[in-house]
Structures are given as structure tokens and as C-alpha cells.
């Protein structure tokens, strides 16, 4: 009998049992800014821990107090909803987290409403910010659309809890006008190509911007976001335009090797100019900017759009990444951001919605790379929260019912 499932369950009781007490356990740094823990945060606050316990409490397996505890830890801090704001921090953080939370009719509804009215109109202001900025033919900011702090996060939050809803076409919408050329545009660039860096600010190293292809701060995460809304019905104009445009794209700069495919995490002008990436510019097979993460932000898109020749593509660029050991050894984090959590939980995500058995066979040697690491903070995307999630996912092996990794744009 395989025991991988019980020891990853096991283990991630062991690491929520590490968490139990806000008053006991010290955040290491904010690993969205490097710098002081914000409660309010899924980087690097007590946010991403209230997530563990919601999900534990949803399950059965921990008590609604623990995780009660840390929704109020999570508020201790002046709340956010301004231009630091998006689904990793802030209003629409603690907005997730009270959905997650609401396990029954009317549970929380006074504080939903408050938390739901900051993130629609946080939503509506970056909204009209973005297309003024296109009207206007100027290069988006990472910021304007990207999962962490852009409209892309945002947009999975309403997708999530109002699916039908204004806000969610409407946001739908805006990406399907990012992935078109701008206004008057010859230079053959994508809608997404930004003047920027990676890391969001101007740098020498990019004078002339890159396109970023990543889930985290990348068009992958807007791809994953357009094909969960059509895979719930949930269509607007042009919608599936959008989605062939981004894929075009992302063909463009797929990486064909003896392992798998691969895609770079971003390409420079130079690059673009020169129609190819060198090999170094292979990402480690994380979440964040590697393969798994655009690899499942593929497959949604094929199981979308009906492409199974797409399907087949992504799922063997995944199976390549976890057959690869030289590949996999590149992966020093345990977390889900850049570390082997964030690839378990893309791997089970992908491996239930693949006809094939292929990846879910690569799920116990997964877990036991894992459970070898003994990561320092307790946090969420880097650290014990993130990981014990991920764990659980896997032990249980049923998708999570707080729907955590929405923030991931896996599932």
C-alpha cells in the first residue's frame, strides 16, 4: 500500500499543530517586500496562516476558534484599500479569507459586505485607471494586471464569489482589451508588454521593458483567470480571441527539448527582436515564473477552448519538469511561491484534470522531496502555511473546500 497520502497528511498536521497560536509564532519577513510582517498580507503576514486554519476548520480537522483567532490577527493593522491593495494585501485579502470562512449561509455577512463594497470599488478605480492608461496608448505597469497586486488577482476573487456578476465581466473584459495591440502600436508587442523590469520598477538591465509570461506577476495568470470563467460559462465579447491570442503567443517562445517543453519566464526586447531565448533563460519549475505554473495556466486554456493537442503539450512541459531530477534539484524552496509546494499543488491540480495517469503518478515522489525540507517561516507563500496546505491537498486528495489556492489561479 502506497502511504504517501497519510504521510502528507500527517505532516501538514504537524505543521499546523507549529501554528496554532498567533502569540507564539514570529513571521520572519514580509516576502512580498522583504520588509516587516503586515498581518494583512498573504506574503508574509498572519493572513496566510487564518487560510490553513480555515481550510483545516472547514474539514473538520482543526476548531473554528484557531482559525477565528487568526482572521482577527490577520486585521491587526489599519486596513488597506488603496494603491498597495489587491488580493495579496489588503480589503480584498480579508475579503478572500471572510468568503473562505463563510462556510455557511449568513455566516459573517456584516463584515462580507463591508470587505466585498472596499474590493468593488478598489476594483472599479483600477479599472477605469487601466483603460485610460490603454486609451491613451501608454505601456501597463506588472501592477495594473498582474495575481498578486493587479486587476488579474482581483478578478479571481469576483470570479470566485459573484461569477456572474458586473465586476467579473467587467474585468474579463479589460483583459481581453490587454491582450490586443495598443492604439496606434507597430512594433508587433503584445497589449501586455510592459516598459518595466520583472521586479516592477525601470531598470537599466530592460530599457526597453520585457514581456512577462509568469502566474505570479505574467500573462499566465490573465490566461488561467479567462479560461476558468469559460470553463464556468462565464464568457464575455471576444473572450476566446483573447484566449488564442495570449496561447499564439506563448507558442512563440515554446522551448522544445529531449525532457519537455519549456517557456522562458520573460523576454526581453532583444529577445523578441531576435525571435529566440537563449537556454539559460529556463526558469527553475516553480509556481511563480517556471514551467508548472504557465503549464497549468495551458491546460486550463485547452480544456477550455476543447485543445486537446494543447492539453497533451502542457501536461508532458509538467511531466518533464518532475522527471528531470537536474530540474528538480533546482528547486532549494520548499514553499508554494518558488518551491516544491507550489509544484505539488499544480502537479495534483493538473494530474485531476488529466485523462491520463501519468502526472499523479509523480505525486509520491513529490511529497517525499517535500517532507526532507524544514523551511525557517511560518508564512504562506514561502514558508509552513503554504506548505501544510499543499500537503493537504494531497492527503485528502480532494480539492480544497475554502478554495485557497483560487489565489494561485490552479484551481
Not at 522544445?256 to 526558469?283: H, K, L, M, Y
Not at 511563480?288 to 495556466?297: E, H
Not at 494530474?351 to 502526472?359: C, G, R
Request: with cysteine; charged share 20%; hydrophobic share 40%.
Amino acid at each position: 500500500m502506497n502511504r504517501y497520502p497519510l504521510n502528507a497528511m500527517a505532516a501538514s498536521t504537524e505543521l499546523a499543530a507549529r501554528l496554532n497560536d498567533p502569540r507564539l509564532v514570529r513571521f520572519v519577513k514580509n516576502s512580498t517586500t522583504g520588509g516587516r510582517p503586515r498581518p494583512q498580507s498573504l506574503g508574509g503576514g498572519a493572513a496566510g496562516v487564518a487560510l490553513l486554519h480555515i481550510e483545516r476548520a472547514r474539514g473538520g480537522a482543526g476548531p473554528w476558534v484557531t482559525a477565528h483567532t487568526w482572521l482577527a490577527a490577520a486585521t491587526d493593522d489599519e486596513l488597506s484599500a488603496g494603491a498597495n491593495a489587491g488580493l495579496f494585501f489588503g480589503a480584498p485579502t480579508l475579503a478572500f479569507l471572510t468568503h473562505a470562512a463563510a462556510d455557511q449561509p449568513g455566516k459573517l455577512a456584516r463584515a462580507l459586505a463591508t470587505l466585498d463594497t472596499a474590493t468593488s470599488n478598489l476594483t472599479r478605480t483600477r479599472l477605469a485607471t487601466a483603460h485610460t492608461r490603454i486609451d491613451r496608448g501608454g505601456r501597463p505597469a506588472l501592477a495594473e494586471f498582474d495575481l498578486i497586486r493587479g486587476l488579474t488577482g482581483l478578478g479571481a476573487y469576483h470570479l470566485r464569489h459573484d461569477p456572474a456578476g458586473e465586476l467579473t465581466k467587467a474585468v474579463l473584459s479589460y483583459l481581453v482589451r490587454l491582450t490586443q495591440p495598443l492604439p496606434d502600436a507597430n512594433d508587433g508587442l503584445p497589449g501586455w508588454w510592459t516598459d518595466l523590469a520583472p521586479n516592477g520598477a525601470r531598470s537599466p538591465d530592460f530599457p526597453d521593458g520585457h514581456g512577462n509570461l509568469g502566474m505570479s506577476h505574467g500573462i499566465a495568470a490573465s490566461l488561467a483567470l479567462l479560461s476558468l470563467a469559460m470553463l464556468r460559462g462565464i464568457v464575455v465579447d471576444d473572450h476566446a480571441a483573447a484566449i488564442g491570442r495570449i496561447c499564439t503567443w506563448m507558442d512563440t517562445w515554446q522551448q522544445d527539448t529531449p525532457s519537455g517543453p519549456w517557456w522562458p519566464g520573460f523576454i526581453t526586447w532583444e529577445q523578441a527582436n531576435a525571435g529566440r531565448v537563449p537556454f539559460s533563460s529556463r526558469q527553475r519549475p516553480s509556481w511563480c515564473y517556471g514551467t508548472p505554473g504557465i503549464a497549468r495556466a495551458q491546460q486550463l486554456a485547452a480544456l477550455a477552448t476543447g485543445d486537446t493537442d494543447r492539453q497533451h503539450i502542457a501536461e508532458a512541459a509538467m511531466l518533464g519538469c518532475l522527471r528531470d531530477l537536474a530540474q528538480l534539484d533546482r528547486l532549494t524552496d520548499s514553499g508554494l511561491c518558488h518551491g516544491l509546494a507550489g509544484v505539488l499543488q499544480a502537479t495534483w491540480r493538473m494530474a485531476a484534470a488529466s485523462p491520463e495517469p501519468d502526472l499523479a503518478a509523480e505525486l509520491p515522489n513529490l511529497v517525499d522531496r517535500l517532507l526532507t525540507r524544514s523551511p525557517q517561516d511560518p508564512e504562506f507563500l514561502d514558508g509552513h502555511a503554504g506548505i501544510a496546505l499543499a500537503l493537504r491537498t494531497v492527503g485528502a486528495d480532494t480539492a480544497p473546500l475554502s478554495h485557497w489556492d483560487t489565489c494561485l489561479l490552479l484551481g
